[in-house]
């Protein structure tokens, strides 16, 4: 089953943006962005490009057993590692310094043993096709696949949803949620801050959905 229809934006101007978090200003971002797509002559090599480098080039932080919490994306490339969230982070900042319009996306899983987990991946705009799609840079691993599919289904990291309390918030967001931020802020460390995005049951409200018009979907 294809994850649920996100709400499309109103404007995409929102998803171009840059700020502190989403950094696409700052020169090694810039420049390795650049880089990255410098060999690209379409818009889906150059998404594709900017993608597989966040997916694999940086690796998770659980998997790569690192418990050193990164959560500026100016570090992350230097450190190799970091979470889903701040690894989504820098893919946006990626795209947007580049011209091309991505956001936030936020899902709420079940782990094994019982308890909840918040997972962050993004969106991006193809100019081509004149819609969003999800991509979930979390880094691939067994069970794990996540591609970017520009002309089929989307394929996220976590695409099955069973248990009546996770969910896929379908919004797009230009910048990271408030919550997220103040967790990064005060957790010690990479477990602490997972078991600590336990507590945000739903997503923020609508004030927060900055650019969203609730009845278009893509």
Not at 70 to 82: E, R
Request: hydrophobic share 35%; glycine share 6%.
């Amino acid at each position: 089953m294809p994850p649920p229809p996100l709400v499309r934006p109103v404007s995409v101007t929102p998803y171009l943006a840059c700020s502190p978090v989403i950094s696409c200003t700052d020169p090694a971002i810039r420049n390795r962005a650049r880089e990255l797509i410098r060999r690209t002559s379409t818009e889906y090599e150059q998404i594709q490009c900017l993608y597989t480098y966040v997916r694999d080039g940086i690796s998770h932080s659980v998997d790569a057993g690192q418990s050193q919490l990164i959560w500026k994306i100016t570090q992350v490339m230097t450190a190799g590692h970091a979470l889903c969230f701040i690894k989504s982070h820098l893919f946006v900042s990626l795209c947007r310094s580049v011209g091309i319009p991505a956001g936030l996306c936020y899902q709420r899983l079940k782990k094994e043993g019982g308890s909840y987990v918040l997972h962050g991946l993004a969106a991006v705009w193809i100019e081509d096709e004149g819609r969003w799609i999800r991509l979930d840079p979390r880094g691939n691993k067994p069970g794990v696949d996540a591609q970017f599919n520009p002309h089929g289904i989307e394929q996220i990291a976590y695409p099955k949803m069973e248990d009546p309390g996770e969910w896929l918030d379908p919004h797009i967001y230009p910048e990271p949620w408030d919550e997220i931020m103040h967790l990064f802020r005060i957790s010690p460390d990479v477990s602490s801050f997972i078991n600590a995005t336990a507590q945000i049951q739903t997503p923020p409200s609508q004030a927060h959905r900055l650019g969203s018009a609730p009845l278009v979907l893509v």
